[in-house]
C-alpha cells in the first residue's frame, strides 16, 4: 500500500485523534504497519487504543482516502506527511502533531527560518491593527515568517504587514485549504497564495467548525518558535487558546500591553501581570531574540529584499567580463589622476555618534558612515556573524539611526 495513502487513510480517522494517531505511529512504525494491523494486533498495542480506537482502525476502506487524493491533484494542493522531510520538525515535536498537512502556495522551510505566530482577536481596535500590522512588517523585513490564522482583526493585518514588506507569510486554516474563511478575505487568501502558504489539517472542501479552531491554533503555535498575543478580549478567545498551546508545547509567549480600560487588553495584560507571556515592548524585541537562528544564506536574502541590491545579471560570456572588469580599473584609474590635479578642499566635520549604542552598533553605523552601504560589504567589514548584522540593522533603522535610500544604508537622523 503506498505511504501516502496509508497516511491519508489513517488522518482521516476522525475519532481518533491527533495525539493518540500520533501514537499509533510511534508504537506501530508506520502508516503501513498501522493498516495492516489486525484487531489483535492493534488490541495489544502498546499505546492502549479504547475499543473505539481499535474498530476505527480495522476498517479498511480506502474510497474516502483515494478521493481526497485525486482532489488534491486536481486542485494543485500539496500533501505533506509527518513522515516527509519537508514537514517541519518544530510541528512534529509537539504532543499532538497533525498526521497530513495540506498545502496550497509556496511551501516555507520551517526548519531553516523561524517562525512567529501573531493572532489576536476579530474585534480589533485601530491600535491592535496598527501593532500587528507592524510585528508582521518588522518580521518580514528580518526575513522571518509570520504565521496567522487568517481571521478578521489582528490575524488578517499580521499577514498584511507581511505582505507589504514583501516577506512571507503562512495562514493556518480550521477548514479545507480551498474553502476561504472568512470570505471577506477572499483578496488576502490570494495574495499569501502568491507570497507565502495556505495550509490546514482538513481535506479540501472542508467547512469550517467551531470545534476544528482549537485544533488548528495548536499548528500556529506549533510552527512557531514563538506567538504574540496582539489583543484577546477573554478567557473563551482563539489568541488565548494559542496562547496555552504554545505554554504546553515550550515555546515563548508575548502579549502586547494596552490600556486597562479597554476590553481587547484585558486578557494580554492578564498573562504579563500573571507571568505567562512576556512584554512586547516592540517587534524589535523578536527579530532581537531569534534573528540567529536564521542561517546566513536566509540572512543575506533579507537583506537583499530590504535593500533593493539583488545580484546583477552574469555576464553573457567570458570575455564580456574580462572587458567589463577592464572598463571598471580604467574609469578607476582617471578618477585617481582626476584627483592628483583637482584642489583638494578641506574634509567637512564627521557627525558624532548618538549616543548611547553598544560596540556592535556603534561600528556598525561608523562603517556606514564611511561609505559601507551594500548587505556584503557591511557583513565582511563588521567581523560579526551574518545574523546578528541584520538584527542591528533593523533595529537601527527603527531608531531612525539608519536610513535607506534608492537602496543603500546611509545615515538617519538624531
Not at 10 to 23: N, P, Y
Request: glycine share 8%.
Amino acid at each position: 500500500m503506498p505511504s501516502r495513502l496509508s497516511y491519508v487513510w489513517l488522518s482521516l480517522k476522525r475519532g481518533l485523534g491527533s495525539r493518540t494517531a500520533a501514537e499509533v505511529l510511534d508504537a506501530f512504525g508506520s502508516p503501513e504497519a498501522v493498516f495492516a494491523a489486525d484487531r489483535q494486533a492493534l488490541t495489544a498495542a502498546p499505546c492502549e487504543l479504547r475499543k473505539t480506537h481499535v474498530d476505527l482502525l480495522c476498517d479498511k476502506d480506502t474510497s474516502e482516502a483515494e478521493q481526497v487524493i485525486r482532489s488534491c491533484t486536481e486542485k494543485n494542493i500539496q500533501i505533506i506527511t509527518i513522515g516527509d522531510s519537508a514537514y517541519p520538525d518544530r510541528l512534529r515535536a509537539i504532543p499532538d502533531p497533525p498526521t497530513v498537512l495540506y498545502v496550497r502556495g509556496r511551501w516555507p522551510d520551517f526548519d531553516s527560518v523561524p517562525a512567529v505566530a501573531v493572532v489576536g482577536t476579530r474585534k480589533a481596535t485601530p491600535y491592535g491593527l496598527k501593532v500587528a500590522d507592524q510585528i508582521g512588517t518588522t518580521l518580514a523585513r528580518a526575513g522571518m515568517i509570520t504565521v496567522s490564522g487568517m481571521a478578521l482583526g489582528n490575524d488578517g493585518a499580521a499577514h498584511r504587514g507581511a505582505l507589504k514588506a514583501g516577506g512571507l507569510t503562512v495562514a493556518v486554516l480550521a477548514g479545507g485549504p480551498d474553502v476561504c474563511y472568512p470570505p471577506q478575505h477572499r483578496s488576502l487568501m490570494g495574495d499569501i497564495l502568491l507570497m507565502g502558504a495556505i495550509i490546514s489539517e482538513y481535506p479540501p472542501g472542508t467547512e469550517p467548525h467551531g470545534r476544528n479552531y482549537h485544533q488548528r491554533n495548536r499548528i500556529i503555535s506549533g510552527l512557531s518558535v514563538a506567538s504574540v498575543i496582539v489583543e484577546a478580549s477573554d478567557w473563551r478567545s482563539g489568541a488565548l487558546i494559542t496562547a496555552r498551546h504554545a505554554l504546553d508545547q515550550g515555546r515563548d509567549v508575548y502579549a502586547v500591553p494596552g490600556p486597562i480600560d479597554a476590553p481587547q487588553s484585558q486578557s494580554c495584560n492578564e498573562l504579563i501581570a500573571k507571568g505567562e507571556a512576556a512584554l512586547l515592548t516592540s517587534p524589535t524585541v523578536l527579530v532581537r531574540e531569534y534573528s540567529g537562528m536564521m542561517p546566513e544564506q536566509a540572512v543575506q536574502q533579507a537583506f537583499r529584499r530590504q535593500t533593493g541590491d539583488y545580484p546583477k545579471p552574469a555576464a553573457k560570456s567570458a570575455w564580456e567580463d574580462i572587458r567589463r572588469r577592464e572598463a571598471q580599473a580604467e574609469q578607476r584609474r582617471a578618477a585617481v589622476e582626476k584627483a592628483k590635479t583637482e584642489p583638494q578642499a578641506s574634509a567637512p566635520a564627521e557627525k558624532p555618534l548618538p549616543e548611547g549604542l553598544n560596540q556592535d552598533e556603534t561600528h556598525i553605523v561608523t562603517l556606514v558612515r564611511d561609505g559601507v552601504s551594500t548587505p556584503e560589504e557591511l557583513i565582511d567589514r563588521c567581523g560579526l556573524a551574518a545574523p546578528r548584522v541584520m538584527s542591528l540593522v533593523t533595529m537601527l533603522e527603527m531608531d531612525g539611526i539608519l536610513r535607506r535610500e534608492k537602496g543603500r544604508l546611509i545615515l538617519g537622523t538624531w
